[in-house]
């Protein structure tokens, strides 16, 4: 099984971009009990989680992003979102989900670039 994100591209400091995480080999009575988490890794620093989303849809944040992200999952097409706005430079990185408990193979994320 393999996390699939998208929805990245290249964003002018202030906007906002929307991502998305497909689970397409997942069944779903395997999907729906779990927790999902984004994270991200900018360049030359290591992978940080940022947000996560339990089965009951209870989300927390990473300090850095409260507040500006918000995560939401989907069970019926067996997919989480990661809301994002009011990005600035630090947002950019390569954003992945995963699941944190027992996560899967880390797939290739989505590059997030925040520039003007």
């Known amino acids: 099984v393999q996390l699939q994100a998208s929805g990245g591209g290249l964003v002018q400091p202030g906007g906002s971009l929307r991502l998305s995480c497909r689970a397409p080999r997942m069944i779903t009575s395997v999907f729906n009990p779990k927790t999902f988490s984004w994270y991200r890794q900018a360049p030359g620093k290591e992978r940080e989680l940022v947000a996560t989303?339990?089965?009951?849809?209870?989300?927390t944040y990473d300090d850095s992003v409260r507040g500006r992200f918000t995560i939401s999952r989907d069970n019926s097409r067996k997919m989480v979102f990661l809301q994002m706005t009011s990005l600035t430079p630090e947002d950019t990185a390569v954003y992945y989900c995963?699941?944190?408990?027992?996560?899967?193979?880390w797939g290739q994320g989505t590059l997030v670039t925040v520039s003007s």
């Open positions: 995963n699941t944190p408990l027992t996560p899967y193979p």
């Open positions: 989303i339990t089965p009951n849809r209870v989300a």
